[in-house]
């Protein structure tokens, strides 16, 4: 999966979407929805196999078989396996079997929001984990050194998409930029 791709696509997309509000922290949160939506959209088509499911609060269908739509973490993809009751009249269930992805979606423009995200997903077993972060008006350098540290702290892939802040939507802010924390230090992703 292009990471850098996923991103710019659903962030287009979602720049393009008919999004209103009665005031400006609500058109914000409804442009966070719309990236959200679109994000989850481009996940289901990329990880569209019988064995793999999605879990998101936005998300339906999970209820009836895992209790909840929404695991620990904002998007979650997960392998998923069947099992049978060892009771007389057995029945069929499913239970995850591997935390493939796990994703965190924070707007917010303060470095700690940012640090909580990871440590959050810094707790998962997932080995693919994704944060997705507000650009900085004052440049990203400082955030991405101060990420840098809690990035590297455990194994396995962690990226960083830093996305133009929603407030920010309808000036020309640029593209979303996509780093990979890689011996401890960020890599940007083309």
């Given at each position: 999966?292009?990471?850098?791709?996923?991103?710019?696509?659903?962030?287009?997309?979602?720049?393009?979407?008919?999004?209103?509000?009665t005031s400006q922290s609500s058109l914000l949160r409804a442009r966070e929805r719309a990236y959200i939506k679109t994000l989850i959209a481009h996940l289901q088509r990329?990880?569209?196999?019988?064995?793999?499911?999605?879990?998101?609060?936005?998300?339906?269908?999970?209820?009836?078989?895992?209790?909840?739509?929404?695991?620990?973490?904002?998007?979650?993809?997960?392998?998923?396996g069947a099992g049978k009751t060892a009771e007389r009249k057995s029945e069929d269930f499913l239970y995850i079997a591997e935390a493939l992805w796990q994703i965190e979606v924070d707007f917010s423009r303060e470095w700690r929001s940012a640090i909580h995200a990871i440590n959050r997903l810094n707790c998962g077993a997932a080995s693919n984990r994704l944060l997705i972060s507000s650009m900085l008006a004052r440049g990203n350098e400082r955030l991405l050194n101060t990420l840098r540290?809690?990035?590297?702290?455990?194994?396995?892939?962690?990226?960083?998409?830093?996305?133009?802040?929603?407030?920010?939507?309808?000036?020309d802010t640029g593209a979303p930029q996509v780093w990979q924390i890689a011996d401890e230090e960020w890599?940007?992703?083309?």
């Open positions: 999966m292009n990471i850098a791709r996923l991103i710019d696509s659903s962030f287009d997309e979602a720049v393009k979407a008919l999004t209103m509000g990329e990880f569209d196999s019988e064995d793999l499911r999605l879990f998101a609060s936005p998300q339906r269908g999970n209820t009836a078989d895992f209790g909840t739509n929404r695991l620990l973490y904002d998007i979650a993809i997960c392998r998923i540290a809690p990035g590297a702290a455990r194994s396995g892939a962690l990226y960083l998409a830093l996305v133009p802040h929603p407030a920010d939507w309808d000036d890599v940007e992703m083309k």
